[in-house]
């Protein structure tokens, strides 16, 4: 049974350019939330997509804009890059109605020059 | 809007000693959930325990038991006789109780723990 898994592992960018994310979930999960953990911080919700819908969304600009497939995977995509957004963007997997135990992949770690 | 305080910040203690981790949160919803995060050197957070906000029995899973008491809005986490294994960073999660859909976590800033041998 295959986890979370997100690629690329990491990921090198200068500011200005544009960046995408990748996840599968968890096999048999329906739902993807992205997360930004910052260095020493704990993780911040970007948005969450169920049925190919963005859902709910956080405290993040337009710059961060998202999609899921028909397969459930999701890509996350960051447009205009900023020297603040160099952190761990990780993904989360789950089932509505699974009481909202989300799991997690090991992550992407941007570094934005 | 919710809000998790882990008040430690780094703890450090030597094999298998009982080291508890302290979590206070905030939330005007009724019903929520609370968990607990391990996140190891690799990076990937770990999915350790659930509590729903409408069962306050605590419990023992293994070396790990939590202590959740809404009337404080602390759920507390202890592990028993640390291991080195045990060395990572742990957060506190809330998240709300929806029907039909999965609320997003609110995190804390997380506590790392340190066992030493």
């Known amino acids: 049974d295959a986890g979370v898994t997100q690629s690329p592992t990491h990921l090198i960018k200068t500011r200005g350019q544009q960046v995408t994310l990748r996840c599968s979930p968890k096999?048999?999960?329906?739902?993807v939330s992205w997360y930004q953990q910052a260095l020493g911080q704990g993780p911040q919700f970007i948005f969450q997509?169920?049925?190919?819908?963005?859902?709910q969304r956080g405290n993040f600009p337009d710059r961060f804009s998202g999609h899921q497939f028909p397969n459930y995977s999701s890509e996350l995509n960051v447009n205009a890059l900023l020297l603040g957004d160099s952190a761990l963007y990780l993904c989360?997997?789950?089932?509505?109605?699974?009481?909202?135990?989300?799991?997690f992949g090991p992550g992407t770690r941007l570094t934005v020059l | 809007a919710q809000k998790v305080t882990q008040a430690q910040t780094e703890i450090s203690v030597v094999e298998k000693e009982d080291v508890t981790l302290d979590c206070v949160y905030e939330?005007?919803?009724?019903?929520?959930?609370l968990f607990w995060y391990k996140q190891p050197p690799s990076g990937e957070l770990v999915f350790l325990i659930r509590?729903?906000?409408?069962?306050?029995q605590n419990e023992i899973s293994g070396r790990y038991s939590w202590n959740f008491q809404k009337s404080t809005s602390s759920f507390n986490f202890t592990i028993t006789a640390s291991q080195v294994v045990d060395s990572a960073v742990y957060f506190c999660?809330?998240?709300?109780?929806?029907?039909?859909?999965?609320?997003?976590?609110?995190f804390g800033k997380g506590i790392t723990l340190s066992v030493r041998p």
């Open positions: 997509y169920y049925e190919e819908e963005e859902r």
């Open positions: 989360a997997s789950s089932l509505v109605g699974g009481n909202n135990e989300q799991f």
């Open positions: 096999s048999g999960h329906d739902t």
């Open positions: 999660a809330l998240s709300e109780a929806m029907t039909g859909a999965n609320s997003k976590l609110t």
């Open positions: 509590r729903n906000s409408f069962d306050e």
């Open positions: 939330t005007r919803d009724t019903t929520y959930y």
